[in-house]
């Protein structure tokens, strides 16, 4: 018997993929698995009913905690941002996989799939985790060429009925919300406001400003207004405060990793809060050098990230190199929302490397600081005087 894992979100892509697995691929059994991240818990309802009536055998695994430990919390370490998205879909990718590859072998399955097409991230991400195993890969979108038509052909073929025509493609956890798709594919088009839901549009929120105070521990936000908070519901406040200012929405052209250009657009309050907020202490608390080498080590972190290179050693590594300097990232930030934007107005921390015996107003022993001034600039001012020779 020839057993097949599915990646099944419960939108059309991934459910034409059962029957198709079946009489297209010849797959005796195929188990459908949910990996829930945060998904809106509807859609979770309805892929868990969809995923019962069409597939052999169906599966709901609830990793929240999971993506926000292990996932989330590194990439707010990491000041993760690609081209100025946060990374939300491209984060979930290997953990839906990892999960998938996890039932496969409990299920002693030959293969494992996945819907996504052959344009965008997300097969390169999938894929990128499965081959790690022996396990067939299928990916019966992309290996057919199915367009969008022909499969709502297939689906009312197979029965399969969605109650109602989704006019964009939404992919949404706990972290953020992208939206892409239909009209939204032309760059210039202005979206709709009703594209938006967890963001209300900024001349629409509060007049009056809030002040915000988010706790670090070793880079990892763990409280908010002094009450101690695990991770997901501290995340799912600051989605639902953020939001009501406003704060956290991008509209990108997205460079993919296949080298196509995308109009993108996604919704991310909680995302923006903590990314400032982390990278403010950063600054706080880390020496001029790490800083600069931070740069290009994020940098490295978010390519691997958006490319779904997770089983890169060089993952691990990176990884490792930024929890040593987080080691420091302990303190206090706070931040005002006001009217779309997250602005950090004040940072505290026992690992400041601020000393106030040289700030503005201290009395310090200013001449020790001429033998320094009397080199610098010193290239510039050889140029200089051979200039006016
Ligand atoms: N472009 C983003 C990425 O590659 C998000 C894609 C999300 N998909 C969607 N159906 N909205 O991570």
Not at 111 to 126: I, P, Y
Request: with cysteine; hydrophobic share 35%; proline share 3%.
């Amino acid at each position: 018997m020839k057993k097949v894992v599915l990646a099944y979100s419960g939108g059309l892509d991934t459910s034409v993929c059962i029957p198709l697995l079946r009489e297209h691929y010849g797959y005796d059994k195929v188990i459908a698995v949910t990996v829930d991240v945060g998904q809106p818990e509807i859609d979770i309802k309805e892929a868990k009913e969809r995923g019962e009536k069409l597939s052999d055998s169906y599966r709901e695994v609830d990793a929240k905690e999971e993506f926000v430990h292990d996932y989330i919390f590194r990439l707010i370490k990491a000041n993760g941002n690609y081209e100025g998205y946060v990374l939300g879909t491209a984060i979930a990718r290997p953990l839906i996989a990892k999960h998938v590859v996890e039932v496969a072998e409990e299920e002693k399955a030959d293969a494992v799939a996945h819907g996504c097409t052959g344009k965008g991230n997300d097969q390169l991400r999938f894929d990128a985790v499965f081959r790690t195993t022996d396990l067939d890969v299928v990916a019966p979108i992309r290996e057919m060429s199915l367009t969008r038509e022909e499969e709502k052909r297939y689906a009312s073929e197979y029965g399969i009925s969605f109650a109602t025509e989704k006019r964009w493609s939404v992919d949404e956890n706990i972290w953020s919300r992208s939206i892409e798709g239909s009209e939204l594919e032309e760059p210039s088009f202005v979206p709709p406001e009703e594209i938006f839901q967890w963001t209300v549009s900024a001349d629409k929120a509060p007049e009056n400003a809030e002040v915000i105070k988010i706790g670090f521990v070793q880079g990892i936000p763990v409280s908010l207004n002094g009450t101690k908070m695990g991770g997901v519901s501290l995340i799912r406040k600051l989605n639902e405060l953020g939001g009501k200012h406003g704060i956290g929405r991008t509209d990108t052209i997205e460079d993919r990793v296949l080298g196509f250009k995308s109009r993108e657009i996604y919704e991310h309050p909680a995302a923006t809060i903590l990314l400032e907020a982390h990278r403010d202490l950063e600054q706080l608390v880390l020496t001029r050098n790490e800083l600069r080498f931070n740069d290009f080590v994020d940098r490295a972190w978010s390519e691997l990230v958006y490319q779904g290179l997770v089983m890169d050693p060089l993952y691990e590594s990176l990884n490792a190199f930024i929890d040593k300097t987080q080691e420091r990232v302990n303190g206090l930030v706070y931040a005002r929302l006001e009217k779309g934007v997250a602005r950090v107005v004040g940072r505290q921390s026992p690992n400041a490397l601020y000393s106030k015996d040289v700030s503005f107003d201290a009395k310090l022993e200013q001449k020790g600081a001429e033998g320094f001034s009397m080199y610098h600039g010193f290239q510039s001012r050889i140029v200089r005087r051979d200039q006016k020779r």
